[in-house]
C-alpha cells in the first residue's frame, strides 16, 4: 500500500528518483517506437458506465484542437439530454444526428426499429465520406447489431473507405467480434458498482 | 448471434415483440424503485483507455443542463490538451484548474511532487465548498494516492462534506480500496487492446 505522505526522507526520496529514471526510460524508449499516425478506430462497450460520456469526452478534445465532429445516436431516448443540449452549441462544429427510435423494449416494433437502423447508418455513411469531418460518434451503434438491425460486415465495409486520417469511436455493450477484431483500440467499462443498485435513479449530468 | 438485417416475417416480429414487452416490464419496475436523488462520487479507474475523457464527457453534459463544473488537473503532463483548450472556451461556467507536475518518472522529485499535489488539493477542497458547482472533476487523483502523496482518509473527509447535490468523478489508476467503498459509481476500465501496442502513437483527439 501507499506511504503516508507525509513520510519523506533523503533515502526514501532517492530511490524514488532512481526508480523514476528506469521508468521514464521505459516509457520514452515506447514512446519513441510508436510513431504511426492514422485515423483510429476506438470501441467502447461493457456494462459499466463510462461508454457514451468517454465518445463525448474525445469530442471536446477533438472540438479543442479545432477538429469537427460528426455525432449519429442510434437510441433515440430523451429529448433533452446534456450531451445533445451542449454540441448543439456548436453548429459550425459539430454535426449531430439523433436517430433511432427509442430502446427496443420502448417500441416493440422490429419492423420499425430495422428502418430507422437502415436511415441512422446512411447518416453516418455520409459523415464517414466527409474528410472535414475529423471524428465521427456512433453512439449505440452497438445495440444496432446485439438486435441484429445492421449487417456488420457492411458497416465495416463502410468503416474501411473512410478517410484515412479520420478516427470513428463506436458504443454499446456487445460490440460484435468483427467490429473488436478490426478496431485499433477497445475499452471494456466494466460495472465494479452502480448508484442505480443503490436505488439512486438516472441523474442529470450522470447519465443523461 | 444476431440474425441478419433483413430476415424479418409476422412471427418473428412477434417473438420479438413479446420479449420486448417482458423486458420492458422489469426496467420499469426498476426504474420505478429508484428515486433516490443525490449527489454522486463515481470513480473510474482500471489501466484502459476512458477514465479521463469520461468525466470530460460528463462535463460537457452536466454544462448542458447549465450546472457549473470544476476541474482540477492532478497531473500536468502537456500543456496543449483538448480538453483544457475546449473547456477554457467557457470560463463563466467551467471552473479549469491544471495543478501537480507532471507524470512522477518526469520530475523524479518526491519532495516537490508532495508539495504540488497538496496545493491541488487545496484548490480542490475551494470546489468541494462550493455550491454553486454542480460537477467537480478530479483528474488523475488516484496516481497521487499511488505514489502516497495524498491521505486517502483526508481527502475522503472533505469529499463527504461537499454540498448534499455535488457530483464528484475521480480519475485515475489503481483507485485506493477505501475510495471504491466510499464511492456510488465505479467503473474499470479494462483494456482489451490498444493502438499504441500496434505502434500508434498517441494523437490529438484520441488521447489528449
Known sequence: MTDSPDSTSPERDERHRARMVRKKAVIDAR?????????????????????????????ARALGHGMKVGVVQFIKGRRDTGEQL???????????????????WDTQDRARDLQSAAAAWAVAVELLRDPAIGLVLLDEL???FKHGYLDVDQVLADLAGRPAHQHVVVTGR???????????????????????QAGVRAQQGIEW
Open 174 to 196: 456487445g460490440a460484435p467480434p468483427a467490429l473488436v477484431e478490426a478496431a485499433d483500440t477497445v475499452t471494456d467499462m466494466s460495472l465494479v458498482k452502480h448508484a442505480f
Open 86 to 104: 451542449f454540441f448543439r452549441r456548436f453548429p459550425d462544429e459539430v454535426r449531430y444526428h439523433v436517430m433511432g427510435e427509442g430502446f427496443t
Open 31 to 59: 514512446i519513441a517506437e510508436a510513431q504511426d499516425e492514422r485515423g483510429l478506430l476506438l470501441v467502447h462497450t461493457g456494462i459499466g458506465k463510462g461508454k457514451s460520456s468517454s465518445a463525448f469526452g474525445m469530442a
Open 142 to 144: 452497438n445495440i444496432a
